[in-house]
Structures are given as C-alpha cells and as structure tokens.
C-alpha cells in the first residue's frame, strides 16, 4: 500500500469530530508545501508494539545522533490523539522557540519544544499555525 492510501484510511479511520480537521489540516499542508516528501508512521515498533499514535510526516531531515547514527526522518507531522490534533515540528534547537515565537498568536493551544497541541482546528489560527511548520521545516533544510 502506498503512503498516500495509508494516509488517507487514517483519517477516514478516525472519529467524525477529528477526521473533518485533520483531512483539512493535511490539504492546507500540501497546499503550503506541493512538493514535500510524505511519510505515514503507524505507531508500531519493529515488533508490531504501538509505541505511539499515527502521524502524517511532511518534509525531509537527516537527524545524526551523538553516536554518529543517523536517522531519516520527517520535517513536521501531524496526528489526532484522543484529546484533539498534534503538530509535531522537528528538529529545532531553540527547545523555546515555538512558544516564544508562535504561542502567543496561535489561540487556545499548547505549545512545548516541538509540539502545538488544540483541541480543534476552531481553536487556532491556522494561518499562523501554518507559519510555524513552514518556519519550523526551512530551519531544518
């Protein structure tokens, strides 16, 4: 199956209250960004172990570890935990700079060190949460 199918049984997979917003959320993504890299992670470990929820990735970074490993993945995901949607913004160094750049015109979220979390897209400026995965992504080009 590929990533697109995968992408799109799971947001037909998820509740209606959740399913509407997210599908939204991904067409402004790819409207934003056409010619990103899509990835689907389905949550599960090498062992079929669920570790964590589905999420949607857009973009491309090679992360290298202190090790000197290195991992391929995502710029910016999405997801929809039971609790709403979470837009995951990898790879910043600034663990502060989401908040501080971001959280004070975003509306009714949380924001940590890579995540904004809002309970529906209502919630939020769009517009502005937008802004932060396309600032977030061209840091980590």
Not at 24 to 37: F, G, M, N, T, V
Not at 82 to 107: C, E, H, P, Q, W
């Amino acid at each position: 199956m590929n990533i697109q199918q995968q992408i799109n049984d799971y947001i037909t997979s998820l509740p209606d209250s959740r399913r509407s917003d997210l599908q939204a959320l991904h067409q402004r993504i790819l409207q934003e960004l056409p010619d990103c890299r899509l990835w689907f992670l389905d949550g599960k470990d090498e062992t079929g172990k669920t570790v964590s929820n589905p999420s949607i990735g857009y973009g491309f970074q090679r992360i290298v570890y202190a090790d000197g490993k290195t991992k391929d993945f995502y710029q910016a995901g999405i997801s929809a935990p039971t609790t709403g949607i979470s837009v995951y913004i990898m790879g910043l160094k600034d663990k502060k700079y989401l908040a501080n750049t971001f959280g004070s015109r975003l509306g009714k979220a949380t924001v940590t060190s890579y995540c904004i979390k809002f309970k529906n897209l209502k919630a939020i400026d769009v517009d502005v949460l937008l802004e932060a995965i396309k600032d977030g992504i061209q840091q980590t080009s």
